[in-house]
């Protein structure tokens, strides 16, 4: 595995994910019962912006120091969960996002297999007791940790999009986690690069059994170049109540703030019925 965060720490994709990442955990703590949140690749759980690796590519600057001075609106608890851990000097992952959202009762499982950030994810979690940071493969984990024993929570899967069939293996994981833990709230993020591969991942889930599906995504120009990332999405299956409504002030919110280019836009689409 080659893929770094640390290099793309707080772009806008990060924004899009852990944006919409926030009402998916409120939603959850609207009962007083139990939840655990599997994060499938957790990476090291915060990040230094002013880091060599983010320097070099400049994207936290062109997505998540954009919205430093956000106090009011559809971003507000966004970059206020940013402020918590110490943004804007640093910008925490969704290991430290979810971690800080959780209550008492609840619980985190973290997978990491790069050995340098998985030993950072460790000494970050260190004596947290409601936190456990496995070095293991995301896909294995999700067959091993699932279902939950609290039988509601949160699977967020990450992957990096390394190789060409991640959308396969993504969509074939979804259709699998989603059998066996049939109410769990389940969350994979995607690249928006060109749209033919988008539209393969999601002809594969109206082709499953899978039900409930949405689709929130948000791209800075017109997504035809397959080299470039042009965009971004979260597919959410379960979503919570009031989800796609918030997603959508969120993410246009988020669009409005960023630097973008002719073609950009926002869509949540219910791309499989209830």
Known sequence: MNYRHAFHAGNHADCLKHALLL???DALKRKAAP?????????????D??????????????????????????LAPFVAALREQGFPSRYPGSPALIRAALRPQDRLACCELHPEDHAALRVH??????????????????????????????????????????F???A??????NHRFRAGILAAWYPV???AP?????????????RDVVAAEMWLREPTDPRRLNGSGLLVVNPPYGFEAAAAEILSALLATLETEPGAGVSVTRIVPE
Do not use: C
Request: neutral net charge; hydrophobic residues 45%.
């Open 198 to 210: 988008v539209r393969d991942f999601h002809d594969a889930l109206r082709a499953s059994p899978v």
């Open 49 to 74: 912006l002013s880091a060599e690796e983010a320097a070099r590519t400049g994207e936290a600057a062109r997505g998540a120091l954009r919205l430093a001075g956000v106090t009011e609106g559809p």
């Open 125 to 166: 979690f260190a004596r947290d007791r409601q936190v456990a940071v496995h070095r293991r493969d995301a896909w294995e984990a999700i067959r091993a940790l699932t279902p939950f024993p609290e039988r509601r929570g949160l699977v967020l899967m990450d992957p990096p999009f390394e190789q060409e069939e991640e």
């Open 168 to 170: 396969a293996r993504l």
């Open 172 to 177: 074939e994981a979804i259709v699998g986690l």
């Open 35 to 47: 939840f655990a949140v599997l994060d499938t690749h957790a990476g090291r759980g915060i990040y």
């Open 23 to 25: 009402p998916i955990l």
């Open 193 to 195: 690069k060109h749209r």
